[in-house]
C-alpha cells in the first residue's frame, strides 16, 4: 500500500519552480523557535532560526543552520563562542525583530557573558555554547555547538509550523 489511492495526495519532485511546495512541505513539521546570538569584530550579532536540533547528550551537542547566503553567514562561522536562546510564546516579536535585523539590540533586555557573549533575558533556556563543527550542509552551513552553560526559566514554548507562530495546545 503505498498511499497512491488518497483522493487528496499530491506528489513531486523538489528542484528548480518547485521552492514554494518544497518549503510547504516542510512548513507540516513544527519547530520551537531560537534566537542565536555571538559577539561580531563590531557588536552583538543575532539570528532568528528554527533549525535547531539537539545532537548529542554526552556530550552535549546540538547544531543548527545557516544560509550561506545571509550576511550574517561569516560572523557566527568566526565566533568561537555563542548562545542560543528557545523562545517563549510571549516572544514572537522578538523572533521577527531578529529575523529582519540581526544588529539592532536597542531596546533589548541583554548583557554580556563572561565570554563576551550577548545573552537575551527572559527566554525559557539558554545555551551557552563552543563552536565545534561547520559542516558543508547544501546552500547553509551546519553549526555543531558543545553546550558549555545551560540557563532556565519558567515559560512555555513559541511553535513555529506552516509558516506562523504558535503556541502548544495539549491534546485534551
Ligand atoms: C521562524 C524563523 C526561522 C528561521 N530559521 C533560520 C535558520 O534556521 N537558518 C537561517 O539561516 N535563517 C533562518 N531564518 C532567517 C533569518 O532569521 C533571517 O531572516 C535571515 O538571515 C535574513 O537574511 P540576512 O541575514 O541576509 O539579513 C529564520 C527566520 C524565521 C522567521
Given at each position: 500500500m503505498d498511499g497512491t489511492k488518497d483522493v487528496d495526495m499530491t506528489q513531486f519532485l523538489p528542484g528548480p519552480g518547485m521552492e514554494r511546495p518544497y518549503r510547504d512541505a516542510l512548513g507540516t513539521f513544527a519547530t520551537g523557535v531560537t534566537i542565536v546570538t555571538a559577539a561580531a569584530p563590531d557588536g552583538p550579532v543575532a539570528i532568528t532560526v528554527n533549525s535547531f536540533a539537539s545532537v548529542s547528550l554526552s556530550p552535549a551537542l546540538v547544531l543548527w543552520s545557516i544560509d550561506l547566503?545571509?550576511?550574517?553567514c561569516p560572523l557566527f562561522r568566526n565566533a568561537t563562542h555563542s548562545a542560543i536562546h528557545v523562545l517563549g510564546r510571549e516572544q514572537a516579536l522578538l523572533a521577527r525583530h531578529f529575523a529582519k535585523n540581526g544588529r539592532d539590540f536597542n531596546g533589548q533586555d541583554w548583557s554580556l557573558s563572561d565570554m563576551g557573549v550577548p545573552l537575551l533575558a527572559g527566554c525559557p533556556a539558554r545555551l551557552e555554547c563552543e563552536l565545534v563543527a561547520d559542516h558543508p550542509g547544501g546552500d547553509h552551513r551546519i553549526l555543531v555547538n558543545q553546550v558549555l552553560r545551560v540557563t532556565r526559566a519558567p515559560g512555555e514554548p513559541l511553535l513555529f509550523a506552516g509558516g506562523a507562530f504558535g503556541q502548544v495546545a495539549p491534546l485534551v
Amino acid at each position: 500500500m503505498d498511499g497512491t489511492k488518497d483522493v487528496d495526495m499530491t506528489q513531486f519532485l523538489p528542484g528548480p519552480g518547485m521552492e514554494r511546495p518544497y518549503r510547504d512541505a516542510l512548513g507540516t513539521f513544527a519547530t520551537g523557535v531560537t534566537i542565536v546570538t555571538a559577539a561580531a569584530p563590531d557588536g552583538p550579532v543575532a539570528i532568528t532560526v528554527n533549525s535547531f536540533a539537539s545532537v548529542s547528550l554526552s556530550p552535549a551537542l546540538v547544531l543548527w543552520s545557516i544560509d550561506l547566503g545571509s550576511d550574517r553567514c561569516p560572523l557566527f562561522r568566526n565566533a568561537t563562542h555563542s548562545a542560543i536562546h528557545v523562545l517563549g510564546r510571549e516572544q514572537a516579536l522578538l523572533a521577527r525583530h531578529f529575523a529582519k535585523n540581526g544588529r539592532d539590540f536597542n531596546g533589548q533586555d541583554w548583557s554580556l557573558s563572561d565570554m563576551g557573549v550577548p545573552l537575551l533575558a527572559g527566554c525559557p533556556a539558554r545555551l551557552e555554547c563552543e563552536l565545534v563543527a561547520d559542516h558543508p550542509g547544501g546552500d547553509h552551513r551546519i553549526l555543531v555547538n558543545q553546550v558549555l552553560r545551560v540557563t532556565r526559566a519558567p515559560g512555555e514554548p513559541l511553535l513555529f509550523a506552516g509558516g506562523a507562530f504558535g503556541q502548544v495546545a495539549p491534546l485534551v
